[in-house]
């Protein structure tokens, strides 16, 4: 029962008893917002303290999020072997080239005996070959075009001669910008950085103002190709997809990347937002979308969700201060791991796609089970997501060349957030362009097995020489 003390009542006690009332009254009311603030206090430490204890190994964290030093102590035994290569492995040296492929070949033979100095004549077979590998002076090649003008002996009209076709307005070749491009994006050096080794080692005269340009002229050369790959998203039966946080100015951007089993494409967008996607992928995306439980991509429709962002989330779980929560985890990861293990037997041909699907069954029926075990309990919310959305768990024991984590993507994605945090983001619209396009040029010859400095110099030529712009589309 609470007692209500009303102005009526305390009107109706003594003097000093109405006096003792009150002050205690302001005592509580006092208490009471101690108490409170206290409350938001405890609520807030503990909040602090949850984030303090997630980490890459058992959240989505990037790994770059934690310091090396900061990293757990790892559980293996330590081996007693010594550093460096061990007895009985297999040797790797750098082979000889053939002869022909030399550019010179200096012949020794020995002018007497070493035992008894008699003089020595004829030649070796089989001589001892000795090859030393050695840069070439770095000298430019600088070709002068003389564009004479000349008058006319009849009208007296002067006609000046063109330029031959491909040759650039400017006083950079096509092999030079693409080796500064590739500099500043596959090799993320800073424009100055780039201008000082042009000028140092190449022994070119360059400035950080004239590698803008040479990006400026890289990202029209080969934004065609761009274009042509990301036209071809929609339309690919599965794609990984990831994003990451970056700036372009003072704005903050997210850098977006779909992988397809060919090729990649970066895309540098102001939002994080579904509308990102659509713009990409379109209205009426058909193949599978392998990602993280981001809910933006939800609008793809069907899903994979990556089981090694799962099995980290179940990591969080078994760290997990209630043992209600950390049984559960426990119990999850136990089939997370049998699933990766089925998964390398299949991958590695061990299994047949058949055999596969019959290991997976039970393993299927377990997890689920295991998810609406967790209803109710302090990590509700994360079980009745992924039970309301199972089918998101298993697309890739339905359709073949499905994988069931999202590594692809994440691996196209760390070249460019190491290179982000070394530039920290672009200044510019322009900038932002020349990141995606390069980003998706470097990592699409990856996939392909191209060499990247060879296409962006033909995609360059091409670009002068205002003729069709190189491909990257398999096939195309």
Request: with cysteine; hydrophobic share 35%.
């Amino acid at each position: 029962m609470s007692l209500e003390i009303s102005e009526d009542v305390i009107s109706r006690q003594s003097p000093e008893a109405q006096a003792i009332i009150r002050a205690l009254m302001a005592q509580v009311a006092e208490l009471r917002c101690q108490v409170v603030g206290l409350q938001a206090e405890v609520a807030a430490l503990k909040l602090e303290l949850g984030k303090q204890n997630k980490t890459p190994q058992n959240s989505s964290l990037p790994p770059s999020t934690q310091h090396p030093h900061a990293r757990p102590a790892s559980v293996r035994v330590k081996s007693k072997r010594k550093r460096g290569g061990q007895t009985g492995h297999a040797r790797h040296e750098r082979s000889l080239i053939p002869v022909e492929e030399c550019q010179q070949v200096v012949t020794l033979k020995p002018e007497q005996c070493r035992r008894c100095g008699t003089m020595l004549t004829g030649d070796d077979e089989s001589p001892l070959r000795h090859q030393v590998w050695e840069l070439p002076e770095i000298k430019p090649i600088v070709t002068e075009y003389q564009r004479h003008r000349l008058s006319c002996s009849c009208c007296r009209e002067t006609t000046c001669a063109p330029l031959p076709p491909g040759v650039p307005i400017g006083m950079s070749g096509p092999k030079l910008i693409a080796f500064v491009a590739l500099l500043m994006a596959c090799f993320r050096q800073s424009k100055r950085r780039t201008a000082l080794f042009v000028e140092s080692i190449l022994k070119i005269p360059c400035c950080p103002s004239l590698t803008v340009k040479h990006q400026n002229v890289a990202t029209a050369a080969l934004r065609p190709a761009y274009d042509e790959l990301a036209a071809a998203l929609p339309s690919q039966p599965s794609l990984n997809g990831d994003e990451s946080p970056t700036k372009q100015a003072n704005t903050k951007a997210w850098l977006w990347t779909f992988v397809a089993k060919t090729f990649t494409v970066f895309a540098l967008r102001g939002s994080r937002t579904a509308t990102a996607i659509t713009e990409l992928l379109g209205e009426t995306f058909g193949g599978v979308m392998s990602c993280d439980r981001a809910k933006m991509y939800w609008k793809c429709g069907r899903l994979q969700w990556c089981w090694a962002h799962l099995k980290r989330d179940f990591q969080g779980l078994i760290d997990h201060s209630d043992n209600q929560v950390k049984r559960l985890g426990h119990d999850l990861m136990r089939p997370t791991k049998e699933l990766f293990q089925a998964w390398s037997r299949y991958r590695d041909g061990t299994q047949t796609w058949q055999e596969f699907q019959q290991v997976m069954a039970p393993i299927r029926r377990t997890v689920d089970s295991l998810l609406l075990r967790g209803h109710g309990t302090a990590v509700d919310g994360m079980c009745r997501e992924l039970y309301g959305h199972r089918e998101w768990l298993w697309t890739f024991l339905e359709v073949q060349g499905v994988e069931p984590t999202n590594n692809a993507a994440e691996r196209s994605l760390r070249h460019a957030v190491i290179w982000r945090k070394r530039s920290f983001g672009t200044q510019s619209e322009q900038g932002s362009r020349f990141v995606e396009t390069m980003l998706t040029t470097i990592e699409t010859c990856r996939q392909q097995n191209l060499s990247v400095i060879d296409h962006v110099t033909r995609s360059i030529q091409n670009h002068f020489q205002k003729q069709k712009p190189t491909s990257l589309l398999s096939g195309a």
